[in-house]
C-alpha cells in the first residue's frame, strides 16, 4: 500500500525555521516525482515545491524561492522541505504528494498527483 507521512510541522516564531519530512512506504521516491503543498484556513490548497522523479528538476513557487528547499534522501526514502527565514504568510497545513515517473514543471499544479499525505501544520507567529 503507497502511503506518504508528513512530519516536523510545528510553531516557530518569524524568521525561524523548519525542515519537513515525507517518508514514502509502499514505492520507491526515485520512481515518483513529489509536490510539497499548503493550505491556510479559508484558501485553496496551494503549491509551494517538487521534485522530479529523476531528481534533475526542483521548482518553487514565487512566495518561496530563495528560502524553501526541496530534497530527497533514497537511501531513507523521504523527500524533506527545508524551510528558512519564515514568515507568517506561511502558516498553514503543508501536504507531500506523488506522481509515478512525475516531472516538476515551473508552475505546479495539483492535477497529477495521485498519492497524498495527512498534511502536518506549520504555524509561524511570535
Known amino acids: 500500500q503507497l502511503q506518504l507521512v508528513e512530519s516536523g510541522g510545528g510553531l516557530v516564531q518569524p524568521g525561524g525555521s523548519l525542515r519537513l519530512s515525507c517518508a514514502a512506504s509502499g514505492f520507491s521516491v526515485d520512481t515518483y516525482g513529489i509536490g510539497w503543498f499548503r493550505q491556510a484556513p479559508g484558501k485553496e490548497r496551494e503549491a509551494v515545491a517538487c521534485i522530479s522523479s529523476s531528481g534533475a528538476s526542483r521548482n518553487y513557487a514565487d512566495s518561496v524561492k530563495g528560502r524553501f528547499t526541496i530534497s530527497r534522501d533514497s537511501a531513507k526514502n523521504t523527500v524533506y522541505l527545508q524551510m528558512n527565514s519564515l514568515k507568517p504568510d506561511d502558516t498553514g497545513v503543508y501536504y507531500c504528494?506523488?506522481?509515478?515517473?512525475?516531472?516538476?514543471?515551473?508552475?505546479?499544479?495539483?492535477?497529477?498527483?495521485?498519492?497524498w499525505g495527512q498534511g502536518t501544520q506549520v504555524t509561524v507567529s511570535s
Open positions: 504528494a506523488a506522481e509515478y515517473l512525475g516531472g516538476c514543471p515551473r508552475r505546479i499544479t495539483r492535477a497529477p498527483y495521485t498519492y
